[in-house]
Every structure is written in structure tokens, then in C-alpha cells.
T-cell receptor
């Protein structure tokens, strides 16, 4: 699987945007970029995914660089419930989700 | 939607005992996954079923672990005999299909402690 690199941790204030970077310089043309998050004591939860174009949903936005070697997950207004570990995952033409260490997001009230 | 259902939510057992973890995937999903999460190794895929058939069991640690999916609405992960190093959180996930664009939906997990 292609490797992703994320910062270990990030802090944000409540109601402010959070930008979570992910580097994936060895991405191939068929790799989808997926983001999952894991709240404390819960199972991972799907956030968003994309292939080439930027994507928006009710939870977040995904901005994908033109060369696809990096992407950014954007939480537009962080709440305390957004405190979690966020995983950036590349998925090739199969079923596997390979979770790395992720970014631990802390939200300050 | 009920989501993925796992039971039990917590299990404490003694070394050598048999442990059975259960999973009910989301109705209509034809792919099922078992994962294990530990502090040391993070989240690891143990086994993947598609249409009730095991497709990839390369992540199963050893012969003490076995998984079955007798029908589309039920799967079990069995550890026999259990060992302290099996202590972890075990997650079951399901998806509509196994493709790279498909979302996997995770259950709440079973926290296993082997003494």
C-alpha cells in the first residue's frame, strides 16, 4: 500500500476551522484518498473520500492537490465532538483499509 | 439503521479459555471485515469475507484464530485457546461491496481482556 504521512497531533479552538494535512507522494492514479476518524472508545467512522476533485459533505471538505501528492481534510467549525484520531488512507483497487497512526485532534472549549 | 452490531461489548476471560466474538453486519451489505486494535500495532485487518466466503485471511495471527460467516447476517471470530497477548479491541465492519470507493461501517467493538 502507498504510504501516507500525517502530523501526530493538532489542536484547535472550538468553532474554528481545522485543516488536517496528509502527504502521499507515492500515490498512484487509481488510489482513492479516504479519511476516517475514531472517537474515544468507538469504532472508526467514515468521514469523506475522493479521487481527484475536491469533495464536500455534511461532515467535512477534502481538498486534493492538483498533483494528488497531498490532501487536506477541513473541518469547518470544530466542536468538542470532533476530538478524535483522524486517519488518512489510500485505497487501491481492492477492499483494504490500512490504518496508520493518524492525527490526534484536540479541541479546546 | 441499527448499524453493525457486535457482542459482547466487553469480555474478560482466563488464559486457555475459548472466546467467541459475534457480529451482525448492516442488512444488504455483502462484505464483512474483522479488525483488531492494540496500542502497539494499531488497527489491523484480520479477515475479509465477501458474499459469506473468506477472501483474505492473511491477517489472522495463527491457528488459534478462526472466523466463520454461516449466512449474510452473522459472523463469528473465535480464539481457542486464548492468550494474554490476544487482549485487544476487536472491530467488525461491513460494506455494500469491497471496492476502493466503498465505505466501511464499523461496529462499536468488543474489548477483550485475557488474564
Amino acid at each position: 500500500d502507498a504510504k501516507t504521512t500525517q502530523p501526530n497531533s493538532m489542536e484547535s479552538n472550538e468553532e474554528e476551522p481545522v485543516h488536517l494535512p496528509c502527504n502521499h507522494s507515492t500515490i498512484s492514479g487509481t488510489d482513492y484518498i479516504h479519511w476516517y476518524r475514531q472517537l474515544p472508545s468507538q469504532g472508526p467512522e467514515y468521514v469523506i473520500h475522493g479521487l481527484t476533485s475536491n469533495v464536500n459533505n455534511r461532515m467535512a471538505s477534502l481538498a486534493i492537490a492538483e498533483d494528488r501528492k497531498s490532501s487536506t481534510l477541513i473541518l469547518h467549525r470544530a466542536t468538542l465532538r470532533d476530538a478524535a484520531v483522524y486517519y488518512c488512507i489510500l485505497r487501491r483497487s481492492d477492499y483494504k483499509l490500512s490504518f496508520g497512526a493518524g492525527t490526534t485532534v484536540t479541541v479546546r472549549a | 439503521d441499527a448499524g453493525v452490531i457486535q457482542s459482547p461489548r466487553h469480555e474478560v476471560t482466563e488464559m486457555g479459555q475459548e472466546v467467541t466474538l459475534r457480529c451482525k453486519p448492516i442488512s444488504g451489505h455483502n462484505s464483512l471485515f474483522w479488525y483488531r486494535q492494540t496500542m502497539m500495532r494499531g488497527l489491523e485487518l484480520l479477515i475479509y469475507f465477501n458474499n459469506n466466503v473468506p477472501i483474505d485471511d492473511s491477517g489472522m495471527p495463527e491457528d488459534r484464530f478462526s472466523a466463520k460467516m454461516p449466512n449474510a447476517s452473522f459472523s463469528t471470530l473465535k480464539i481457542q485457546p486464548s492468550e494474554p497477548r490476544d487482549s485487544a479491541v476487536y472491530f467488525c465492519a461491513s460494506s455494500f461491496a469491497g471496492g476502493p470507493g466503498e465505505t466501511q461501517y464499523f461496529g462499536p467493538g468488543t474489548r477483550l481482556l485475557v488474564l
